[in-house]
């Protein structure tokens, strides 16, 4: 770890950039990323990606790419994404990101919104995407892609590959010499670095959040003080660079020189992790949960002994972990038969997801309920809180062992925190964010003085640390007067392993809370199997009554750790998934509530109606833009 810069002061990072931060490390030949290709590990060190980024920033002035330009990158995480953004920001220019599942017209405003001058574009798929779109992307010089298959007869007017930039800035090194260094060194840590886009769960489109790079470094340092990442540890790069890996490996990965591994696809990042091993963690919430589900299910399917076994384990992992949390002694007796378990029952389950080596793990995206992080903590992952935004990057987080599982942490060094009268929780610090883009307006509302408004409700207990409580937009009061947190609900329900996604209804005008649930469909799948009860669709799985009694059961449980107006009194088990493509979800997968409750209105009605069942035709949007509907007879269920 590079602990000079960790300590450094402020008139350092006055001239610190991300790509001279990479170029620090231009003669060092130890590895730096690894890319999956074909099944095996491909290594490169840090000489090989300085290079090439030096080459690909010289190749893109060559195309003409100038100081405050914007650049587009869509496509899942690669070394080339890297090597794109830190390219750009070198040549004095400003990356944007955009999320590889993206429809054409979500690309569209994303571009136009942020100006970008040029398109990094995976793959075909990309490129088909941005084609059929061009005619609405008048700033758009060039798209340069990097995976070349199936795109040997596009037109070249507009396509030029990622190698093909490459070989231009060699060309063009030859004529120029020390333009690189002489460009590089411009660079400034007040100069911009990023537009990073919101998930956009307040309103139609996200709204674009402009960072220098010296608060992606401010907040990596702040980071890294309290957990310090070492230069042989190894990080997985798999959450979406045009989002948390701005805070990830773009950056604090950078800062902390760790090595970077990248899948080799989607669709193999769990097989990948799990061969990695990687000592630092960083998933998403819902990801938490998933991993969480997916080992309770392992053990419910094992045999009569195992269970028996993972039963006791348990008992005595939740102890120590309590203890852990309340800062208690461990006795020795339940130290050494901990120590027993652990080599008997949970390394064995650390390892089947990819935990085997993990030193720390860190939970951002949403919130997670506090039996999520003692189940972890109990099978010896050390999951973190991190109260993190777009805005304002790390704001909070959990100090070395300071953690409380009910928490998101305390104020990070150099952050200020307080909570208004109307309980909203305010920040400030060197890494609040300096404005949206083109968007004066939203900027007033949420950056007064300095200090950001989060939009977002909790309080500071007794200890110092930050209590989350959900958007203040969501919290809700019902008809009753009572008040709950649809956050809190689902984050509860989301723990259990038959349930993949809850969302909870209720408001002034409803007397009661109700769920919309997406059943697992892979754990109940198994669940029916061992019962011999068949069924051909997730529509038709989700109908069952024995389903339904499942879940039933899971949210009665849950009910008994809620407050008397949080209890769900109904619920519905819907016959499809909630998709983002569908604008169910945002791209980072959070709940936009209001399209929610209009798209599924006649679910929600026919639960206070009273009714037992409803008849419905579902809209379904495909990403080639096709639209379709879905008919099904749904049950409204009762606890």
Known sequence: MNSDLINSDDLILEDLTLPKLLWRRSDDASVYIRKKKLGIWWEYNWKYCAKRVKHLTL????????????????????????????????????????????????????INDAESVFLFARDQEQVDKALSIQKSLPNIKKII???????????????????????????????????????LGKGRGDDIAV???TSGTSGKHPKGVVHTHKHLIK???????????????????????????????????????VRVNFPEKPETVKEDIIEISPHILWYSAGLWQDLASYLKAKIIDSGKFRRIAYAASMRIGYKVARAQFEKKKIGL???AVYQL???????????????????????????????????????????????????????????????????????????????????????????????YHRDPEKTLLSLRDGWFYTGDAGYIDSRGHLIYLDRLSDLVELSSGERFSPQYVESKLMFCPYVQRAVAIGDRHKPFVAVLINID??????????????????????QRDEVA???????????????????????????????????????????????????????????????????????????????????????????
């Open 549 to 639: 009694e499942l879940i039933r059961k899971e949210i009665g449980e849950v009910n008994q750790k809620l407050l008397a107006g949080s209890k769900v009194v109904k619920f519905v088990n819907l016959p499809k998934i909630l998709d983002a493509d569908e604008g169910d979800l945002t791209r980072s997968r959070k709940l936009r509530r209001a399209d929610i409750h209009g798209r599924y209105k006649e679910f929600i009605d026919g639960i206070y109606a009273g009714l037992d069942q409803i008849v419905v035709s579902i809209p379904v949007k495909y990403r080639d833009g096709r639209e379709a509907t879905v008919d099904s007879t749904v049950r409204i269920r009762c606890l």
């Open 219 to 257: 907040s990596a340092m702040r980071w890294l003080k309290n957990d310090p990442w070492a230069e042989t540890d190894d990080y997985v790069s798999y959450i979406s660079a045009a989002w948390g890996e701005q805070t990830g490996a773009l950056s604090t990965g950078l800062v902390a020189g």
């Open 333 to 335: 007796l339940t130290s």
């Open 341 to 435: 378990f652990d080599w008997i029952m949970f390394k064995p389950l650390r390892s089947r997801i990819g935990a085997r080596r993990t030193r720390v793990a860190y939970t951002v995206g949403g919130t997670i309920s506090e039996e999520l992080i003692v189940f972890f903590w109990a099978i010896g992952i050390r999951i973190k809180s991190l109260y993190a935004s777009t805005e304002a990057l790390i704001q909070t987080l959990h100090k070395c062992d300071d953690v409380y599982p009910e928490s998101v942490g305390a104020p990070a060094d150099g952050v200020q925190l307080r909570i208004s009268a109307g309980g909203e929780i305010v920040v400030k610090s060197d890494s609040v964010f300096l404005g």
């Open 59 to 110: 190749g893109l002035i060559n195309l003409g790419l100038r100081r405050g330009d914007v650049v587009s990158i869509i496509g899942e995480n690669d070394p080339e994404w890297f090597f794109a953004q830190y390219a750009i920001q070198a040549a004095g220019g400003v990356a944007t990101g955009i999320y590889a599942d993206s429809i054409a017209s979500e690309m569209e405003y994303l």
């Open 145 to 183: 892609y990097w995976e070349s298959s199936g795109l040997a007869g596009y037109p070249k007017d507009v396509l030029i590959s990622f190698s093909g930039v490459i070989e231009l800035g060699r060309q063009h090194e030859t004529k120029y010499e020390r333009l690189f260094e002489e460009e």
């Open 195 to 197: 537009i990073m886009y």
């Open 521 to 542: 469909s892979e754990n109940v799948g198994k669940w029916l199997e061992h019962r011999n009860i068949s069924y051909s669709t997730y529509a038709e799985m989700s």
